[in-house]
Each structure stands twice: as structure tokens, then as C-alpha cells.
């Protein structure tokens, strides 16, 4: 059963677009590279895991146009899991500000729903 630290190491870690295994090894980019990378706004694809629900990808697109209105739900990549108990979300968003990205990534690793995010 997945646990809170499989979770998107957010902010408050220091850390963006990063994530925290079973194993317990940690990666991530630090604040000031990942501002050097992006010249925002850009188009920012997020990977969203959780376990297969028939909602899943209508109540993330939910989540994400909280954050971003012009959100495409229709662009939402899903893949399932080869055994079918998880599926996979790729969800591209128009990302303004780290801080913008941060919010998103925040408010989808709150959401019980949600597995991991990267």
C-alpha cells in the first residue's frame, strides 16, 4: 500500500519536480535551477498516479483548473497500469510562475485521490 512518503516532495522540502521513493532516496531540483529551465509561462506537463477510479481523471481535471482555466481535459493522457490498479495522468498546464507550479503540485499531492505526482 503506498504511503505519504512516496508522495511529490513539495516546497516546504525545499524541493520542485521531484520525488521521494520507498527506497527513501530523494531527487529533485533545487528552486534556483529549475527557474534557470523554464521561461515562464510554458506549457508544463504534470504526471499524476492513482489508483484506477472511473473519476479519477474528471476530479483531476478539477483539481487543475482550480489553478489553471484554460485547462484542456481533453489533452489528459491516461495510461493504466498493466495490472489495472493504478492509472497514470499526464496533465500539460500553462505554468505562469514557479509559484504557480508549486500551487498545482501542492493541491494535487493534498488530494486523496493521488498516489504520487511528478
Known sequence: ??????????????????????????RWMMSADIDALFNFPCDFPIKVMGKSNPEFAATITQVVQQFDAEFDASRIEIRPSSGGNYTGLTCTVRATSRAHLDDIYRALTAHPMVKIVM
Open 1 to 26: 500500500m503506498a504511503v505519504n512518503n512516496e508522495r511529490m516532495l513539495g516546497p516546504e522540502m525545499g524541493a520542485t519536480a521531484g520525488i521521494s521513493h520507498k527506497s527513501g532516496a530523494k
